[in-house]
């Protein structure tokens, strides 16, 4: 059984940061194409970016570009997501997501057919 096991949820201000990290279980996802998603109370569960096994393909939804950064640690079989300039509409439950097969594009992570975290609170405050 996969296990995504994700820290570093939390409050902060509007304009902080804060780094989120999300740790597979054994070795067997390192090659899979990970990323992260949120949810809004009241809205659809939301993709915000994806990153391949070599982190040389990476995807973000447009809302995040150029404030928030995807990598991973093969060696550690670990995700981050370093979020930056937060602002209050970031607020989310935020969920690891693992591709259950195969794909060199990170754009090919959606929000079926995955290994799932148990999710990490978000909050911004205004």
């Known amino acids: 059984q996969v296990q995504l096991v994700e820290s570093g949820g939390g409050l902060v201000q509007a304009g902080g940061s804060l780094r989120l990290s999300c740790a597979a279980s054994?070795?067997?996802?390192?090659?899979?194409?990970m990323g992260w998603f949120r949810q809004a109370p009241g809205k659809e569960r939301e993709f915000v970016a994806a990153?391949?096994?070599?982190?040389?393909?990476?995807s973000y939804t447009h809302s995040v570009k150029g404030r928030f950064t995807i990598a991973r640690d093969n060696a550690k079989n670990t995700i981050y997501l370093q979020m930056s300039s937060l602002k209050p509409e970031d607020t989310a439950v935020y969920y690891c997501?693992?591709?259950?097969?195969?794909?060199?594009?990170?754009?090919?992570?959606?929000?079926?057919?995955?290994?799932w975290g148990q999710g990490t609170q978000v909050t911004v405050s205004s």
């Open positions: 054994g070795r067997t996802l390192s090659m899979n194409v």
């Open positions: 990153i391949n096994w070599s982190g040389g393909s990476t």
């Open positions: 997501a693992a591709k259950k097969t195969f794909s060199p594009i990170a754009d090919t992570l959606r929000v079926g057919d995955n290994y």
